[in-house]
């Protein structure tokens, strides 16, 4: 069955960087864009970057662009989010997700916490 | 890029009929979809393009779409349907992807 598993989260202060993991399992990984969601504690959820299927052309939020990087690792399966000059605005639970059509997400991963602070 | 907006809370006794709305310009004429999240889980989806159900997913869950409102209606409200849910749509313009702020709905 498919299965996304986030790793990389913590607490890392402003200005500093981190790059979360995403391991894809149970389906073709090459054949499916994928994003990544985040959710601030108490708040909604909050689109942040999209690579394509064939890693062509990556998307971001207004919020992010210039500062976060979204990959992806063919041959290991894996999606990455590199995150760089973090803000305490970034905290929060980060999910990566497969993108079904451009259209819509099927599967989400369980998340991972990212916490900026001092 | 689209604007999406949800009531913040909706409440209903058991047994009743739950109705969620999402409000968005011409909202119709963009396929919209539906994530249920429970307390401390990822959200899971319950409804895509407009009307249709992830297998699983039961019946009493129901989407439509016209004009510039989308509704998500949950029949014979349960207990476990106590979560919040966002309606997302895919955008042409601006962000790619577009949620909606989300809409507790609480079981009473």
């Known amino acids: 069955q498919v299965q996304l598993v986030e790793s990389g989260g913590g607490m890392v202060q402003p200005g500093r960087s981190l790059r979360l993991s995403c391991a894809a399992s149970?389906?073709?990984?090459?054949?499916?864009?994928m994003h990544w969601v985040r959710q601030a504690p108490g708040k909604g959820l909050e689109w942040v970057a999209l690579i394509l299927s064939d890693g062509s052309s990556e998307y971001y939020a207004d919020s992010v662009k210039g500062r976060f990087t979204i990959s992806r690792d063919t041959s290991n399966n894996t999606l990455f989010l590199q995150m760089d000059s973090l803000r305490g605005a970034d905290t929060a639970v980060y999910y990566c997700?497969?993108?079904?059509?451009?259209?819509?997400?099927?599967?989400w991963g369980q998340g991972t916490l990212v916490i900026v602070s001092s | 890029s689209s604007v999406l907006t949800q009531s913040p809370s909706v409440s209903v006794a058991p047994g009743q009929t739950a109705r969620i709305t999402c409000v968005g310009q011409?909202?119709?004429?963009?396929?919209v979809h539906w994530y249920q999240q429970r307390p401390g889980q990822a959200p899971l989806l319950v409804i895509y393009d407009d009307v249709d159900r992830p297998s699983g997913i039961p019946e009493r869950i129901s989407g439509s779409n016209s004009g510039n409102t989308a509704t998500l209606s949950i029949s014979r409200v349960e207990a476990e349907d106590e979560a919040d849910y966002y309606c997302?749509?895919?955008?042409?313009?601006?962000?790619?992807?577009?949620f909606g702020g989300g809409t507790k709905l609480t079981v009473l």
């Open positions: 997302q749509v895919w955008d042409s313009s601006g962000d790619p992807v577009v």
């Open positions: 011409n909202i119709g004429s963009k396929n």
């Open positions: 997700a497969r993108d079904l059509h451009n259209n819509f997400f099927d599967h």
């Open positions: 149970g389906f073709t990984f090459t054949t499916y864009s």
